[in-house]
């Protein structure tokens, strides 16, 4: 009741007040010191000289709008409105009037009720009401925000105010009304006071760097409405990408470093090991010095690749002698341990130590490893069986159900070679289920001219794979195979282009006259260029009879023959 009476006591004394302010001539103190001068506002002392949260709720039911303060900067006027929303518990908007944003409480009503202006202040906290420290504060609270209202009646309206809302950069200004034509503003000059419950903790220096208590790290502010929480996570970012990257720096350094250390002991060591075994090879030193080298697990190493580099360049009772010391020195289980091994790179490793060294207790895992999806461990091990066997050094290729690649029959072709292996019998592959060991064992029976398998050559024309077919009549043109003329004659008309075009070249090669109808008829049947040019050149290579029948084409009235057969028979072109 006595709130009640309190309004309707405001709003009575309210045009006496304004004719008192008229006449009298003073000036409400104000943070638009332009719009005080103007406007002449009657001071009301009705309010108590604190105003409390429950006493502002009341008087916010009453029939009038009430501005709490005025900003340049929309930031501070929505950090004021935050603040009394939560303290108040009531809707509070923010409005803007011209150049200005304002905080109001029953801001529909501007225009059509009375306007008051109520400034609020926040007291500052204890920790900060020090002698030392109030000169300074004052002096901030005037730069980060207030909304005061000093007048002759209200002394204690000057003392700072602050709005702790976030970083605040312009001064917060109160007007007493937006537009005196329209609204009549009576100005409130008691202050209301809000007394925060929680006091800030005092920071101290653990809390400054690690992420707990009040650390600033975890603080969440608000700059013109944009969150820093990810400029905090990108500062954490680039000082963790730093850290790991002179982590790394450290660590590539020394590594390089050790590196160097490794490759400069590797190479004086090889060489140290070197002479070692040409002396012990030549009878100058005893298997007694190299007990302390094979003691050392690194420099065992080195002493293995030393002894196979050396083996290559020997032959008989010094082959002999070296694999004796190679097994003294028990290197030949280091040898399978590595070949047993699970990774591919260390399999290879043995499987070369123990093709060298001549071991071939390690044949299993070389078997086991021929039909590896890893090329380069199937080619070593195709290798080392090579090396290692006796007499049938190529068995391993009826176990062969990997692809052969042209790489690897080019490396067993030159292994023969150089090492002068036996060559076996090729023509007992040509029977393989795997159409890359068939190619293979073509092209080595060409390779070392084996006629003998003239009969298997035969029957791998008619193969089921168009590339063993195709090789297949390409090598019995090349080895001059002419019983295999009648089945190329045959199965012609079956093949794929490329293979007729083979038939027809391999025809050239081993030229015989019971062919010539069928050559001239693929020239007359024959649409494809090619075919005819290599129709004609077999004709050509069958001697006088073969010209006598390209001259008896030439008087066709047919001008396309007379162009390929001139073209073949042209001496200058060939």
């Known amino acids: 009741m006595k709130m009640i009476f309190t309004i309707l006591l405001v709003l009575a004394l309210q045009p006496a007040s304004m004719e008192a302010g008229t006449h009298s001539g003073t000036t409400e103190a104000d943070s638009i010191h332009a719009a005080a001068t103007e406007t002449t506002v009657t001071v009301l002392s009705s309010f108590p000289s604190e105003l409390t949260v429950d006493g502002l709720v009341s008087l916010s039911r009453g029939n009038f709008a009430i501005q709490m303060g005025a900003f340049s900067r929309l930031a501070n006027a929505e950090a004021l409105q935050r603040r009394l929303a939560e303290m108040l518990g ?25 306007c008051l ?38 002394p204690a309206a000057t003392s700072p105010e602050t709005i702790p809302s976030g970083p605040v950069t312009d001064s917060l200004t109160a007007e ?12 409130v000059p008691d202050t209301i006071v809000f007394t925060a419950e929680n006091k800030p903790a005092r920071r101290n220096f653990s809390n400054l760097f690690f992420l707990r208590g009040d650390s600033p790290w975890l603080a969440r502010y608000n700059y013109f409405g944009k969150s820093v929480a990810l400029v905090n996570a990108l500062i954490f970012t680039i000082i963790g990408s730093f850290i790991t990257m002179i982590i790394l720096l450290v660590f590539i350094l020394l590594n390089r470093n050790r590196m160097e250390k490794e490759a400069r002991l590797r190479q004086y060591l090889l060489e140290q090991y070197q002479s070692l075994i040409i002396d012990y090879l030549f009878g100058n030193t005893g298997s007694d010095a190299f007990r302390k080298i094979a003691s050392d697990d690194y420099r065992r190493q080195v002493l293995v690749e030393q002894m196979i580099d050396v083996s290559v360049n020997l032959k008989g009772d010094s082959e002999a002698k ?25 399999k290879i490793k043995g499987f070369r130590e123990l093709a060298f060294m001549g071991i071939r207790d390690g044949n299993d895992e070389m078997y086991a490893a021929l039909n590896s999806r890893n090329e380069i461990l199937r ?17 391993f290729l009826s176990q062969l159900k990997r692809p052969f690649s042209l790489w690897e029959q080019i490396t067993l072709h030159d292994l023969i070679i150089q090492h002068e292996i036996p060559v076996p019998d090729f023509q007992k592959w040509l029977n393989s289920s795997n159409p890359t060991v068939v190619m293979f064992a073509l092209r080595m029976i060409r390779e070392f001219k084996q006629r003998e398998a003239e009969p298997e050559i035969r029957k ?28 190329m004659k045959r199965m012609y008309k079956f093949q794929e282009y490329n293979n007729c075009l083979e038939i027809v070249k391999s025809m050239g090669k081993m030229p015989e006259q019971s062919m010539l109808g069928f050559l001239k008829l693929v020239l007359d049947k024959e649409d494809d ?8 050149k077999a004709i050509e290579n069958m001697g006088e009879v073969g010209v006598q029948a390209l001259v008896k084409v030439m008087k066709s009235e047919y001008k396309n023959y007379n162009i390929i057969v001139r073209h073949v028979l042209d001496r200058r072109i060939y």
């Not at 906290?125 to 901030?140: D, K, N, Y």
């Not at 190679?326 to 091994?341: H, K, Q, T």
């Not at 080619?379 to 068995?395: C, G, K, P, W, Y």
């Not at 008619?462 to 090349?478: F, I, N, P, T, Y």
């Open 322 to 346: 070296l694999m004796k010391l190679y097994m003294e020195l028990n290197l030949d289980a280091d040898s399978l341990a590595r070949a047993r091994s699970n990774k591919w790179h260390k």
């Open 90 to 114: 009531i809707p509070v908007e923010v409005i803007e009037e011209g150049k200005m944003f304002k905080v109001f409480i029953n801001g529909s009503l501007r225009g059509s009720a009375p």
């Open 379 to 395: 080619m070593e091990a195709q290798i080392a069986l090579v090396r290692l066997s006796d007499t049938n050094h190529f068995d």
């Open 117 to 154: 202006y109520i400034p609020v202040a926040f007291p500052e906290p204890e920790r900060w009401a020090t002698p030392s420290t109030e000169a300074e504060f004052t002096q901030h609270s005037q730069v980060a925000g207030e909304s005061v209202a000093a007048s002759p009646d209200n």
């Open 529 to 536: 260029v090619q075919l005819q040019i290599e129709a004609v």
């Open 460 to 487: 791998a024309l008619l193969h089921r794979d168009q590339r063993v077919s195709q090789l297949a009549v390409e090598v019995a043109g090349d080895l001059d195979l002419r019983s295999t003329l009648e089945t």
């Open 176 to 187: 007493p009304a937006a537009d005196t034509a329209e609204v009549t503003a009576v100005a």
